[in-house]
């Protein structure tokens, strides 16, 4: 890594200054007046020596890094010991390290392997770097449009007002993830309530797209529901995830896909750490799928933005242009853009994607009177609007179901049905007694129509009831 590239990180240490330690003094070897020996007059495996030595000897200093996106540490160059890598640092280094500070030759201290990890975990935590927002701020755009065509030129989707400003709304919300931040909430992260959908075939290389978009360092690509308990710890340090087969999730899996989209901050245990504690959420989602109809909630729809690829995937050019691509995004959330205002038909786009209920046609005809005459109770006389309903009535007038097997998987079902078609769930003590849930049809004042029943039956205990 290159000397300009070391001058990016923040050091956290009273002010020593941007560099690493360990050059530049005219006694290289002042340091080591600070440490502390034992009776034996060879070094303490103390935190305080460790530290120490990691800031100094010229061999270990400036190595490591805290990812403050990952949270992971990082090492800047080779280790001076065998078997390292400049990748994260994980367990085994630590017990080379530790067996390297333990040699006779060179601090023959008596250290653990978890004080090592402690120590280099403290140094790291001095030295923060970013990756994702140096590279944001590194880019520069050169003022050519691309970021409102890109589902269009690149991911094949049809030339529409509707792709367009999905796209606006896409890139600004992953810059928006980075970005953004709240000096009094540090560990909140930017609203996005969304998740794009890629639609097409199997093979249209969807996935490789994202990939190519979002950087393969900073992409995830996973079929696993976030119900699961790894699932927000594998997405740290990523920038964009995908998530795969959404056709083939149940309509739980879909649920728990809505609260991880809408998160600002994840908690959990990261490596080194005791305790779990909160994380700004800074990644975007996106759904790959081949089918066309896949959302099983009416609704929760609007939390997802459907784009159809039947088109050709440019990955090459996506590769190309990826850079001005995040440099105009960059630029659009500088200058305001509101990322949350999704497309004007984004709904009508939405419920074109849900997998209907069989039954939804048969209850919406019973409700609307569109069914023959004996399909209705008594209470309700034929030709007039149904002001309300309950889920046991529909079941056995509208689908034909004996009363015996009205379980709860039914009417949960049946509810789901009249709340899709517009049907509002109210409980209240009713005037013919009772207190059990039923349906209003959307637009009637629940008040009003308690009025009107409590006066009919007034009328009808004075015998004045008019005949209809």
């Known amino acids: 890594m290159s000397s300009s590239k070391r001058k990016t990180l923040t050091v956290f240490d009273g002010g020593r200054g941007t560099s690493p330690p360990g050059g530049g003094d005219s006694n290289p070897d002042a340091w080591k007046s600070q440490l502390t020996f034992n009776r034996d007059n060879n070094v303490?495996?103390?935190?305080?020596?460790?530290?120490?030595?990691?800031?100094?000897?010229?061999?270990?200093?400036g190595l490591w890094w805290l990812n403050d996106s990952s949270n992971q540490v990082k090492l800047e160059r080779d280790p001076p010991w065998r078997g390292g890598s400049r990748e994260e640092f994980i367990d085994s280094d630590a017990y080379e390290l530790a067996a390297w500070l333990q040699h006779p030759d060179r601090y023959a201290m008596r250290c653990s392997d978890e004080q090592v990890l402690k120590a280099v975990i403290a140094v790291a935590r001095r030295y923060r770097r970013h990756p994702i927002r140096e590279f944001l701020a590194g880019l520069k755009w050169d003022g050519s449009p691309r970021v409102e065509r890109m589902l269009v030129d690149l991911f094949g989707a049809a030339d529409t007002a509707y792709s367009r400003r999905a796209a606006q709304c896409?890139?600004?919300?992953?810059?928006?993830?980075?970005?953004?931040?709240?000096?009094?909430?540090?560990?909140?992260?930017?609203?996005?309530?969304?998740?794009?959908?890629?639609?097409?075939e199997q093979g249209k290389r969807k996935s490789s797209a994202l990939r190519a978009l979002f950087g393969s360092q900073w992409f995830v690509e996973t079929s696993e529901s976030p119900s699961s308990k790894d699932f927000y710890q594998v997405i740290q340090g990523a920038w964009g995830v995908e998530i795969g087969e959404m056709d083939s999730f149940s309509k739980a899996d879909v649920t728990s896909v809505k609260t991880a989209i809408t998160r600002r901050v994840d908690k959990f245990r990261a490596p080194y750490e005791r305790?779990?504690?909160?994380?700004?959420?800074?990644?975007?989602?996106?759904?790959?799928?081949?089918?066309?109809?896949?959302?099983?909630?009416?609704?929760?729809?609007?939390?997802?933005?459907?784009?159809?690829?039947?088109?050709?995937?440019?990955?090459?050019?996506?590769?190309?242009?990826?850079?001005?691509?995040?440099?105009?995004?960059?630029?659009?959330?500088?200058?305001?853009f509101q990322w949350w205002q999704l497309p004007d038909d984004a709904q009508e786009q939405q419920a074109a994607r849900y997998v209907g209920d069989s039954w939804e046609g048969r209850v919406e005809r019973w409700v609307d009177m569109r069914m023959a005459e004996d399909r209705y109770p008594g209470r309700l006389k034929f030709g007039t609007k149904i002001d309300w309903t309950t889920t046991d009535e529909v079941l056995v007038h509208a689908i034909g179901l004996d009363p015996g097997k009205h379980g709860k998987p039914e009417q949960m079902r049946v509810s789901a049905i009249l709340k899709t078609l517009g049907w509002e769930n109210h409980r209240r003590r009713w005037p013919e007694g009772g207190r059990e849930p039923r349906w209003f049809r959307v637009g009637i004042s629940i008040d009003e129509w308690l009025a009107g029943a409590s006066r009919e039956d007034a009328a009808q205990e004075a015998g004045d009831v008019p005949d209809f």
């Not at 600004?172 to 909430?185: C, E, G, N, P, T």
């Open 275 to 336: 305790v779990p504690r909160s994380y700004r959420r800074e990644c975007v989602f996106a759904g790959t799928t081949n089918e066309h109809q896949y959302l099983r909630d009416p609704t929760g729809g609007r939390r997802f933005l459907p784009a159809r690829t039947d088109g050709e995937v440019r990955i090459d050019e996506i590769v190309s242009q990826r850079e001005q691509l995040w440099a105009e995004a960059a630029q659009m959330f500088d200058d305001g």
């Open 44 to 61: 303490e495996g103390t935190l305080h020596n460790l530290i120490l030595i990691m800031e100094h000897d010229e061999r270990l200093a």
């Open 170 to 200: 896409f890139m600004v919300s992953a810059v928006a993830r980075v970005l953004w931040f709240d000096a009094k909430q540090p560990s909140v992260g930017a609203q996005v309530d969304f998740m794009l959908v890629l639609e097409g």
